[in-house]
């Protein structure tokens, strides 16, 4: 019988949909969602990256933060987790585009 302790899970930062909707100049907001998925509505202003294309290296010399999204946020989660072990000031929005849309919030379609 083993007595090893399971693995801690890292934490990753995070933000709400309010606190990225309200995010101060300069911050970066990242989806890393699919072409398809964005074009069906994406948070104005926010730069698409899919997650299979994400180097987070690209970031790294970026002094401002990073707000990343996706759909639900779990691969928002694993990006971001991407981002911070490269240095970047990253962080997940929590619930994603879900929460987003639900909350009333904007969503561009071009």
Same mark, same amino acid.
């Given at each position: 019988?083993?007595?090893?302790?399971? &693995?801690? *899970?890292? @934490?990753? !930062?995070?933000? @709400?949909? /309010? +606190?990225?909707? *309200?995010? !101060?100049?300069?911050?970066?907001?990242?989806?890393?969602? +699919?072409?398809? +998925?964005? =074009?069906?509505?994406?948070? !104005?202003?926010?730069?698409? &990256?899919?997650?299979? *294309?994400?180097?987070? @290296?690209?970031?790294?010399?970026?002094?401002? !933060?990073?707000? /990343?999204?996706?759909?639900?946020?779990?691969?928002?989660?694993?990006?971001?987790?991407?981002? /911070?072990?490269?240095?970047?000031?990253?962080?997940?929005?929590?619930?994603?585009?879900? =929460?987003? @849309?639900? =909350?009333?919030?904007?969503?561009?379609?071009?």
């Amino acid at each position: 019988m083993s007595t090893a302790s399971p &693995q801690r *899970q890292p @934490t990753i !930062p995070g933000v @709400t949909v /309010v +606190e990225a909707h *309200q995010r !101060p100049a300069g911050v970066v907001l990242l989806d890393v969602r +699919e072409p398809t +998925e964005w =074009a069906d509505g994406h948070v !104005p202003g926010a730069v698409l &990256q899919p997650l299979g *294309q994400l180097d987070p @290296t690209d970031l790294a010399a970026s002094a401002a !933060p990073v707000y /990343v999204i996706c759909r639900s946020g779990n691969r928002s989660a694993t990006a971001t987790c991407a981002l /911070v072990n490269a240095g970047v000031d990253a962080y997940n929005v929590v619930g994603g585009m879900t =929460a987003w @849309t639900e =909350a009333g919030f904007p969503v561009s379609h071009d």
